[in-house]
């Protein structure tokens, strides 16, 4: 029987051998622009979102958080989040490897500049 294919591999990412649901790359970027209501969806990635323009709500388990341009929004790996866009809403999200960001800042919550921070538990972060 043929193994599943995961939608990165269907989106043309192969997989790490053993991690069949995570990407291959390091980081991956993808710039959208929202109508309609998506999700729910978890990902093996931390996403990092960044709102360019609009207005959006994002529904998880630990919450609710209100999007608009100037917000980033953080995701821990496996949160299962829905988003409602106002109208519309464009984003870019990164999609950050578990793996490479463990390496990267290995010292857990790291503070970035402009207050963006980096949680490794389960909460949505928006500033």
């Known amino acids: ?11 043309g990412h192969r997989s790490i051998p053993g991690k069949a ?6 980081l991956r970027i993808n710039d ?6 998506s999700g729910p969806v978890a990902l ?13 709500r994002v529904a998880s388990s630990t919450g609710e958080v209100a999007l ?12 299962e989040c829905s ?7 464009r984003t870019v ?3 950050f490897h ?11 919550h790291v503070p970035l500049s402009g207050g963006l921070s980096f949680p490794l538990d389960d909460q949505l972060v928006a500033v």
Request: charged letters at 15%.
């Open 21 to 26: 649901e995570t990407c291959a790359v390091p």
């Open 32 to 37: 959208q622009t929202a109508h309609a209501p």
């Open 93 to 95: 999200t990164f999609y």
């Open 44 to 56: 093996p990635n931390v996403k990092v979102v960044f709102t360019l323009s609009g207005w959006a």
């Open 98 to 108: 578990p793996d490479y960001l463990a390496d990267q800042m290995r010292w857990g």
């Open 68 to 79: 608009e341009a100037g917000t980033i929004l953080t995701i821990p790996p496996g949160l």
């Open 83 to 89: 988003g409602f866009p106002v109208g519309h809403a």
């Open 1 to 11: 029987m043929k193994d599943a294919v995961t939608p990165l591999e269907h989106a």
